[in-house]
Structure formats: structure tokens, C-alpha cells
């Protein structure tokens, strides 16, 4: 493909036809030349960029991905040629771009907004990068193989692959030094033609870059949340759903991925859910570190944003420039983790294109390839061999936004059938400032089985049933609540009051964590699984006391429960050995109360 394209200075266009007919993103286009379902066009003097949704003999639908005010009817439609593509290559990680991939930081440079059909390239041409060689003139190389590598950030180094559909012999290759993004690097011959390939390339963006093969889903993308890790874990390669009313902390929630997730690349698409609040993230993100490192999270992130001044289609491109560019880095061999906030906001966009379409509405408006769209973005989610062996993966966590918190309307229902784990967010937990705000008996992960074998393996060989006894615990205290709510807590038995006891201990202990607070803010899977047996512990124990007659308020009042309900604040995850004190403490008064029971008997 063509360098110059996208978003580039000068078009390698032709002109197709003329506007006949324009109503917000959507087009109409008189044609006097042919073009393809998926070809990329540019509409109107400003060049506007946009995409053919639909063609006949001598008409075509066309969406357009910037606002049509000024296009004016019999207008001219450039067509590019090519589908719908990103730019590929170093500069990728640190930038914020639009949805099609208009550098932001770049263009706001410029002028205090991005302006309409304001161009920019996506990748700097100027700058220079250092490129050292790891391939040699004269061997043999297949698509995928590294060619060399470039310290894209101080944290990232950028592998230039051969690109998926080329192989062949090596005739030249470039000698360590610095180069830009379109001077060429190396020469591959193959069947007698020679191809020069350089550190970018384009990649039509609804296709999915291939892979050698799919591997299961068996390591876990650790998070540091312990209600995520423990009881509902996303594997790496994975897919997860964040459903959640307004407020209920599907933004804190990805946040914290972001920050704490063991990804090596994140990418984060945002699709602003309030009026300002993707221009918060724009300039959030940037000031955010990351923990593990102490270096700016924006050295291993790229964010994709739609602000609120741009139009609904933007949204669509961005979900398709948000994965391309994920699935680029996974073939570097990364765990790349891709988070979109919100795709609620990206099929409302589908939603009014298809109204101007006047398609017809299946569910609440939503036309009827909803599913369709949202199961092809899920889906191009994976724990991959890449082309040149190595193991990678493509994480994708996508936030539902369902108005109300009614996840019974189309987008979170169509989430649920494409993606493996449900983080279900609850308003009534949110509005008592219980966080994270997950219902933890709506929510599940159908990772559990998969990722059992690391945890057993890496921590804890009980890490299933620990998990499967907790759980336990939880839905005994749900159904006991109904009870209550029916005669009250008091007019249980107390093994039953225990339950209820115990089930709010966890619940305090473990599953509630403050993103805020220092300490607690990212949990190791040691810490997890350390709290997670203390409070078992403490469970257990109480019972065989319980048994011997000591009322629940004893059980309720010792001094080592409000120890342990702060443990997961005051002791920090190097210095687990706290933790065995405080089990240590947990006997000596439960071994007390046993002894003042026992004694009364
Ligand atoms: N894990 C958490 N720890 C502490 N506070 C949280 C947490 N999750 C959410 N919150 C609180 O809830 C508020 C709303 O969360 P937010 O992510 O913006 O909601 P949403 O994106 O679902 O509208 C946050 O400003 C914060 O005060
Ligand atoms: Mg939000």
C-alpha cells in the first residue's frame, strides 16, 4: 500500500462520483467510476474521510468519520482504492489519536481543536529511530521473523517483522543506525521480485492479522483486584465484559486493568461517555505511572479517544484502529490488553447509522448485524503462536453501558453471548460505596477451569477449592439473607449467623478493595491468596467455638477481625510474613474463647 494515504499529505485518490444526498455521517454518492464495499474515500473539498457501506451500478452508500456541515450536495467523492487501514510502525505507543487514527497530540498542537479534515499522518515521517539489524543479508526469512528492533520507549522495544504476507531471501539489510519510517531497511527477494520494506506498514483494519495457531487460555491475566484474580479470572488472550449503570465504576475498573494488569502493551479505547470525560482521560492518561516500573503508563499504552465534539461513526472506526494496532504489537510477541469504554457508545453509533439508513430497527433500534459486529471485534481476541513462534496474546475488556443499569437490553445481552467473563456491576453495592461494585453472584468467568492449572502450579494447589469454599460461603449467606429479610438475623440459629457472619468478613477482607488507597490498590496473587486463607481460617475456627455455645457477638467483637477486615491496607504485599502472625493471633483468641466456652459446659 501507498505511505502517503491515510490521513497522509497528499492522496494517491481518484475522483468517483458526487455527493447526491447527505444526512449527518451517512452519504450518497453519484458514481462516475467503480468502487468496493470497505474502500476508504474522501468526501467534499475538505477531504473528510469515510468509508463505502454500500454500492450499486452507479450509487454508493458512504458513512462518513468526520462531521458532514459543509459538504454540500454534488460535491466531489474521492476514491482511495484501498479498504479501511491503519498505519503500522514505531510512534505508535505514546500516542492518542482519533478514531481514524488522526494523531490528537499532534493536531491540538496545532490549534486549540482538531479541526475538520485537518491532516496529519499518524506516524511522525521525520522522526528518526534507531534501528539495529538482527537478521543478516543472505538468510532466509519467513513472514513474522524480527528483521531488527528499535527502542521504541524506554520500556517498549518495537520489533520491525516482516510483514505477514511476505517471505523470501534477504538481499539487503540495513546497518545499525538511525532511520525513519520510510526509508527502507531491508530488501526481501522471492520468485525473482524484490520488495523493500521499511518500519511501517498498513493493515486493512477489519481483517484480522493472522497467527500460526490458537492456543488455549490457560495463564491468567493477573490484575491485581482480588475480586478478579480470586473469583472471576480473565485469562490472558481472553475476553471480559464490564457491565454497569452510570457511576458504578466500569472507568475506575479500567483503569486499574490499565495500571495494574500484567500486559506488556495496552491499548485503550475510549469512547466518551460523558460530555467531558474522554477529554479527562486525554489528559489523565498522560500523567499516570506505571506502578511496576515508576515510568509514565504512556510508555506502554495507546490511547484511542473519541471526544464528544466528534461524530457517532468515530466510535466504529476507533474499536477497528484499537484492535488492529493491539493485534500488531501481539504479533511482536506481546500480551497486549485492549480496554473499550464504552462499546455501548460504539453500538449507538451503528444504531444512527442505521436509522439514516432507515434499515430495519431489530431490537430497540439496534439494526439487526449488532450481534454480528460485536461478536467480530470479540472475537479477533487470543492467546496466539504467532507467525514466528512465540506465544503472545490479545486481551479484550470491553465496558457495557446499559441505560439504567437494565442488563436486559440488547448491547450488554449480545456482550454476554461473545465474551467469557462477566464483571456485573451493581448500582445499589455503588450507591453504598461497596468497591469494586461487582455483584459477585451475577458475575462469572468461564476461565476458571483453565487458568486453575497456574494457580495450582505457580501459588497454591488448593487455589480451586479455596475459591470453590468461598463461593460457598457467599451463597449461602444469599439465600440465608432472604430469610432475614423475612424474621430478622436474630432468629437464626447461630451456625446460620455464622454464615452470615463469615460471608460479610470475606466480603470486607477481601473482596471490598479502595483503588485509592496506596497499599490496597494493587494486590499480589500471594497477598490474595494469603487474606483469602486468613479469613477462612478465622471462619473455621469459629465455628468449632460457635459449636461450644459462644454467642455470634463474641465471634463479631474479637480484635483480630477488625485486623483482619485492615489487613489488606496495612500490609503491604512484601511483607507477607504479617500475615502469618496475624493467623497465629486468629488461634490464640478463638483458642481463648474455646477454653471460656468449654469451661462453662
Ligand atoms: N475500585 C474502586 N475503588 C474506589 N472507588 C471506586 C472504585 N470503583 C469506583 N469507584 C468510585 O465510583 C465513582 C464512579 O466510577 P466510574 O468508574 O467513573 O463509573 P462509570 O464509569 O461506571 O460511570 C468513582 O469516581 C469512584 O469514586
Ligand atoms: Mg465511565
Not at 491540538?108 to 482538531?114: F, K, P
Not at 496495612?570 to 500475615?579: A, H
Request: charged content about 25%; hydrophobic content about 40%; proline content about 6%.
Amino acid at each position: 500500500m501507498n505511505d502517503s494515504t491515510r490521513a497522509g499529505a497528499q492522496t494517491a485518490s481518484n475522483l468517483v462520483g458526487r455527493t447526491a444526498w447527505i444526512s449527518g455521517p451517512v452519504v450518497r454518492a453519484n458514481l462516475s467510476n467503480q468502487v468496493f464495499m470497505g474502500e476508504q474515500v474522501e468526501v467534499g473539498a475538505e477531504r473528510l474521510i469515510g468509508e463505502v457501506i454500500g454500492v450499486s451500478d452507479q450509487q454508493a452508500l458512504l458513512q462518513v468519520y468526520e462531521e458532514t456541515d459543509g459538504v454540500r450536495p454534488d460535491d466531489p467523492v474521492y476514491g482511495t482504492g484501498l479498504p479501511m487501514f491503519v498505519t503500522l510502525g514505531p510512534g505508535l505507543i505514546g500516542s492518542v489519536f482519533d478514531g481514524i487514527q488522526r494523531p490528537l497530540n499532534v493536531l491540538q498542537q496545532r490549534g486549540a481543536y482538531v479541526e475538520k479534515g485537518a491532516k496529519a499522518p499518524p506516524l511522525n515521517p521525520s522522526q528518526r529511530w534507531g534501528f539495529t539489524p538482527r537478521k543478516a543479508a543472505g538468510t532466509t526469512v519467513q513472514a513474522g521473523d524480527v528483521l531488527g528492533v528499535i527502542q521504541e520507549t524506554p520500556v517498549m522495544e518495537h520489533r520491525v517483522l516482516v510483514p505477514p504476507d511476505r517471505q523470501g531471501k534477504l538481499v539487503t539489510v540495513a546497518p545499525e543506525g538511525e532511520y525513519t519510517i520510510s526509508d527502507v531497511i531491508a530488501v526481501i527477494r522471492h520468485d525473482n521480485a524484490e520488495t523493500p520494506i521499511t518500519m511501517a506498514q498498513h493493515w486493512p483494519v477489519k481483517r484480522q492479522r493472522p497467527y500460526l495457531e490458537h492456543l488455549p487460555p490457560v495463564v491468567p491475566l493477573i490484575t491485581g483486584q482480588r475480586i478478579l484474580d480470586l473469583f472471576f479470572p480473565l485469562a490472558k488472550g481472553g475476553t471480559a465484559a464490564i457491565p454497569g449503570g452510570f457511576g458504578t465504576g466500569k472507568t475506575v475498573t479500567q483503569h486499574q486493568l490499565s495500571k495494574w494488569a500484567d500486559a506488556d502493551v495496552i491499548v485503550y479505547v475510549g469512547c466518551g461517555e460523558r460530555g467531558n470525560e474522554m477529554a479527562e482521560v486525554l489528559m489523565d492518561f498522560p500523567r499516570l505511572t506505571d506502578p511496576r516500573t515508576g515510568r509514565p503508563l504512556m510508555e506502554k499504552t495507546v490511547l484511542i479517544g473519541n471526544t464528544s465534539n466528534m461524530p457517532v461513526a468515530a466510535r466504529e472506526a476507533s474499536i477497528y484502529t484499537g484492535i488492529t494496532i493491539a493485534e500488531y504489537y501481539r504479533d511482536m510477541g506481546y500480551h497486549v490488553a485492549l480496554m473499550a469504554d464504552s462499546t455501548s457508545r460504539w453500538a449507538e453509533a451503528l444504531r444512527e447509522v442505521s436509522g439514516r439508513l432507515e434499515e430495519m430497527p431489530v431490537e430497540e433500534g439496534f439494526p439487526a448485524y449488532l450481534a454480528a459486529r460485536l461478536a467480530q471485534f470479540y472475537e479477533r481476541a487470543g492467546r496466539v503462536k504467532t507467525l514466528a513462534g512465540p506465544e503472545a496474546s490479545v486481551t479484550i475488556i470491553g465496558a457495557v453501558s446499559p441505560a439504567g443499569g437494565d442488563f436486559s437490553e440488547p448491547v450488554t445481552q449480545h456482550t454476554k453471548r461473545f465474551t467469557r467473563c462477566f464483571w456485573a456491576l451493581d448500582k445499589e453495592l455503588a450507591a453504598a460505596r461497596y468497591f469494586p461494585a461487582i455483584n459477585y453472584l451475577e458475575s462469572y468467568s468461564g476461565y476458571l477451569d483453565d487458568v486453575a492449572e497456574w494457580w495450582h502450579s505457580h501459588h497454591d494447589p488448593h487455589w480451586k477449592d479455596l475459591r470453590e469454599k468461598a463461593m460457598q460461603l457467599l451463597q449461602e449467606d444469599s439465600r440465608l439473607q432472604r430469610i432475614v429479610r423475612l424474621i430478622g438475623e436474630d432468629a437464626l440459629p447461630d451456625d446460620q449467623r455464622l454464615v452470615i457472619e463469615g460471608s460479610r468478613l470475606l466480603q470486607e477482607a477481601c473482596l471490598q478493595q479502595n483503588a485509592n488507597d496506596t497499599t490496597d490498590t494493587f494486590c499480589s496473587p500471594e497477598k490474595q491468596l494469603g487474606l483469602l486463607k486468613a479469613v477462612l481460617h478465622f471462619v473455621d475456627r469459629a465455628k468449632e467455638v460457635v459449636k461450644k455455645g459462644a454467642p455470634i457477638h463474641r465471634i463479631r467483637e474479637t480484635a483480630v477481625r477488625e485486623e483482619l477486615v485492615r489487613a489488606k491496607e496495612k500490609i503491604p504485599n512484601d511483607k507477607l510474613e504479617l500475615l502469618g502472625e496475624l493467623n497465629a493471633k486468629i488461634d490464640r483468641e478463638m483458642d481463648a474463647l474455646f477454653g471460656e466456652y468449654q469451661k462453662l459446659k
